[in-house]
């Protein structure tokens, strides 16, 4: 399995941003799927995660109502919507792939990893 994520880059604080993962070499419906973020010399971070179906979305409490993922299984890709970006919110952000695990927080659970793309917010 191969994961490819895309879609960093600079933005305004306030603005928003997306961010797409490319699901390749298994279905993508396998999955869950989340996104982490990690900025140097901190542990990597949990910012999303959803189920293999979809019906279900885990938030970190920093991105709460400012961040959503969704995916479609059809086209093997998810998605990371950012809106109302924070200078905090800069960072390599990761898009990862479960096949199981029972804490989608920690990034122990996730067998595959996107090679990561950076997000820089600036005021």
């Known amino acids: 399995v191969q994961l490819q994520a895309c879609g960093g880059g600079l933005v305004q604080a306030g603005g928003s941003m997306r961010l797409s993962c490319v699901v390749s070499?298994?279905?993508?419906?396998?999955?869950?799927m989340g996104w982490f973020r990690q900025t140097p010399g901190k542990e990597r971070e949990f910012v999303l995660a959803?189920?293999?179906?979809?019906?279900?979305?885990y938030y970190a409490d920093s991105v709460k109502g400012r961040f959503t993922i969704s995916r479609d299984n059809a086209k093997n890709t998810v998605s990371l919507q950012m809106n109302s970006l924070k200078l905090e919110d800069t960072a390599v952000y990761y898009c990862?792939?479960?096949?199981?695990?029972?804490?989608?927080?920690?990034?122990?659970?996730?067998?595959?990893w996107g090679q990561g793309t950076l997000v820089t917010v600036s005021s």
């Open positions: 070499g298994r279905t993508g419906r396998n999955y869950v």
């Open positions: 959803i189920t293999r179906s979809g019906d279900r979305i």
């Open positions: 990862a792939a479960a096949s199981g695990g029972l804490s989608l927080t920690i990034p122990a659970t996730y067998d595959y």
